[in-house]
């Protein structure tokens, strides 16, 4: 009898448990007087995990509370700004729009959901990102661009090839966008790791920054936004009256645009041109112009575009963006920039040199059983592998396919000793076959541009790994 009296009142106590365990946060409950804080929001699995904020307050959820809601499942992959392509892979979460709808608002066009995450980077989704899933989508193995593509939508995930998110690599909770397909990938931007904040409130007016060079690259607000983050490319300046100014610096966006190489990083500089001289406009959208030498900006990270002062978006007589920074004179401060002119002569098309029977981006010939030409296609089919090796610039990741394996399907005749590797522009190198054969990471890596290759040798000196590489000759 004592015996069951003890295990009615253990279930008892398991059954208040999981009444207690079930009582979520209200959607609608009464507004926190304080806002919960980032440190309780960054507490393990066990605690506050997100922290949802709306015009009317906000409350911290649980990996539980989040779990409990309505769940997303889809494909998801991105391209970065360097045209590099993440293939889709599968997540698990809630989508955006119904974590929003636990606010109890009704989100509309004069609204922005901002996403902020443990880092520091932060990035703000429209209406119609949120709601209608208006993002632009690419073709994962070309790159292109996608005329029509599947319904996307934005995705608080947890879960990631069915296992919970890496804390280290992709925090607790990261935002993706998600198909039902692995047919398409969307820009890198909307990918945000780490996320512990979702905030609710006016959407600032869209704009678009003109950067004008060798090509053209036009900017918009929320790609703007993103590259200043701190965790990013994100700079400040404090003005002689303490105010703080965060921005781009001036030389980055230069670099997007001052030759053909365009990736949003500060290998996209080029030095040299910049050593050489050249002017840069910088235009106010009243027409105000300043203009500066390359000289000025080469090596100077405290001259940059600014989007915010003092944590908050530039008052109307700057808005959207404005020059500041260290070597600057008042005068030369413009404001309400709209577009930024470098002048350096624009980019031709680069003459890419012929080469036989050669149907496709990468032919391999010689002494080989049979040629072999591969198209982008064909050569993003195969297993996809990543390497580690040490470059000119320190130890970098290397994607692409293994370069036996290309050898391989073409077979090798008897008494072959050499290869010769030959790129677009007629550069050449030679190594030894049996150097190749005998390093299993020798590989031929995708570039920044679809359709591009280099041949990276880990063990071999770097003066042979041929940059856009479109012939491999066996003799």
Same mark, same amino acid.
Not at 158 to 164: K, L, R
Not at 218 to 240: A, K, M, Y
Not at 295 to 314: M, P, R, S, W
């Given at each position: 009898?004592?015996?069951?009296?003890?295990?009615?009142?253990?279930?008892?106590?398991?059954?208040?448990?999981?009444?207690?365990?079930?009582?979520?946060?209200?959607?609608?409950?009464?507004?926190?007087?304080? +806002?919960?804080? +980032?440190?309780?929001?960054?507490?393990?699995?066990?605690?506050?995990?997100?922290?949802?904020?709306?015009?009317?307050?906000?409350?911290?959820?649980?990996?539980?509370?989040?779990?409990?809601?309505?769940?997303? +499942?889809?494909?998801?992959?991105?391209?970065?700004? %360097?045209?590099?392509?993440?293939? !889709?892979?599968?997540?698990?979460?809630?989508?955006?729009?119904?974590?929003?709808?636990?606010?109890?608002?009704?989100?509309?066009?004069?609204?922005?959901?901002?996403?902020?995450?443990?880092?520091?980077?932060?990035?703000?989704?429209?209406?119609?990102?949120?709601?209608?899933?208006?993002?632009?989508?690419?073709?994962?193995?070309?790159?292109?661009?996608?005329?029509?593509?599947?319904?996307?939508?934005?995705?608080?995930?947890?879960?990631?090839?069915?296992?919970?998110? #890496?804390?280290?690599?992709?925090?607790?909770?990261? *935002?993706?966008?998600?198909?039902?397909?692995?047919?398409?990938?969307?820009?890198?931007?909307?990918?945000?790791?780490?996320?512990?904040?979702?905030?609710?409130? &006016?959407?600032?007016?869209?704009?678009?920054?003109?950067?004008?060079?060798?090509?053209?690259?036009?900017?918009?607000?929320?790609?703007?936004?993103?590259?200043?983050?701190?965790?990013?490319?994100?700079?400040?300046?404090?003005?002689?009256?303490?105010?703080?100014?965060?921005?781009?610096?001036?030389?980055?966006?230069?670099?997007?645009?001052?030759?053909?190489?365009?990736?949003?990083?500060? %290998?996209?500089?080029?030095?040299?041109?910049?050593?050489?001289?050249?002017?840069?406009?910088?235009?106010?959208?009243?027409?105000?112009?300043?203009?500066?030498?390359?000289? $000025?900006?080469?090596?100077? #990270?405290?001259?940059?575009?600014?989007?915010?002062?003092?944590?908050?978006?530039?008052?109307?007589?700057?808005?959207?963006?404005?020059?500041?920074?260290?070597?600057?004179?008042?005068?030369?401060?413009?404001?309400?920039?709209?577009?930024?002119?470098?002048?350096?002569?624009?980019?031709?098309?680069?003459?890419?040199?012929?080469?036989?029977?050669?149907?496709?981006?990468?032919?391999? $010939?010689?002494?080989?059983?049979?040629?072999?030409?591969?198209?982008?296609?064909?050569?993003?089919?195969?297993?996809?592998?990543?390497?580690?090796?040490?470059?000119?610039?320190?130890?970098?990741?290397?994607?692409?396919?293994?370069?036996? !394996?290309?050898?391989?399907?073409?077979?090798?005749?008897?008494?072959?000793?050499?290869?010769?590797?030959?790129?677009?522009?007629?550069?050449?190198?030679?190594? #030894?076959?049996?150097?190749?054969?005998?390093?299993?990471?020798? *590989?031929?890596?995708?570039?920044?541009? &679809?359709? $591009?290759?280099?041949?990276?040798?880990?063990?071999?000196?770097?003066?042979?790994?041929?940059?856009?590489?479109?012939?491999?000759?066996?003799?």
């Amino acid at each position: 009898m004592k015996r069951n009296r003890i295990s009615i009142l253990v279930l008892s106590l398991i059954f208040i448990s999981l009444a207690v365990s079930a009582c979520g946060p209200k959607p609608t409950g009464t507004p926190n007087s304080t +806002e919960p804080t +980032e440190t309780s929001v960054s507490a393990g699995p066990t605690g506050p995990v997100l922290t949802l904020v709306g015009p009317n307050g906000g409350h911290a959820l649980t990996m539980a509370d989040l779990k409990a809601l309505p769940v997303t +499942e889809g494909q998801g992959g991105i391209k970065s700004s %360097t045209g590099q392509i993440t293939f !889709p892979e599968p997540f698990k979460g809630v989508a955006l729009k119904d974590l929003v709808s636990t606010l109890g608002i009704t989100l509309d066009q004069s609204m922005g959901v901002t996403l902020s995450a443990t880092d520091g980077y932060s990035m703000t989704f429209s209406y119609d990102q949120v709601m209608n899933g208006a993002f632009t989508a690419y073709d994962p193995v070309s790159g292109n661009e996608l005329s029509t593509h599947d319904p996307l939508m934005a995705l608080i995930a947890y879960e990631h090839n069915g296992q919970p998110l #890496n804390p280290t690599e992709e925090g607790t909770l990261r *935002l993706v966008v998600v198909s039902a397909k692995n047919n398409q990938v969307v820009d890198g931007h909307w990918s945000e790791k780490w996320v512990n904040k979702v905030e609710v409130k &006016p959407a600032g007016q869209a704009w678009t920054l003109d950067l004008q060079g060798a090509i053209s690259s036009p900017v918009t607000r929320d790609s703007f936004q993103s590259c200043g983050s701190p965790s990013c490319h994100g700079t400040s300046w404090q003005d002689e009256n303490g105010q703080n100014w965060v921005g781009v610096p001036l030389r980055l966006l230069v670099g997007q645009v001052d030759d053909q190489n365009s990736h949003g990083d500060t %290998t996209s500089y080029n030095e040299a041109l910049a050593e050489s001289g050249y002017t840069v406009d910088v235009v106010g959208s009243n027409g105000s112009t300043i203009t500066l030498d390359s000289q $000025t900006i080469k090596e100077n #990270n405290a001259i940059l575009v600014a989007f915010l002062v003092n944590n908050g978006e530039l008052p109307d007589q700057y808005y959207p963006l404005r020059l500041v920074g260290t070597d600057l004179q008042n005068s030369q401060m413009v404001g309400q920039i709209t577009k930024i002119v470098v002048n350096v002569p624009s980019a031709s098309t680069p003459t890419v040199a012929a080469v036989p029977e050669n149907s496709g981006t990468l032919t391999i $010939t010689g002494m080989v059983n049979q040629g072999l030409s591969f198209m982008d296609a064909d050569l993003r089919a195969m297993d996809i592998v990543t390497i580690s090796a040490q470059g000119k610039n320190g130890p970098q990741d290397f994607q692409g396919v293994l370069l036996n !394996p290309l050898l391989d399907k073409a077979g090798l005749k008897d008494g072959a000793s050499k290869l010769t590797f030959t790129a677009s522009d007629n550069y050449s190198a030679d190594v #030894n076959l049996s150097d190749v054969r005998n390093c299993p990471k020798a *590989l031929l890596a995708f570039m920044d541009t &679809p359709g $591009t290759y280099m041949i990276v040798l880990p063990d071999q000196p770097t003066s042979t790994w041929v940059k856009n590489v479109i012939l491999i000759e066996v003799k």
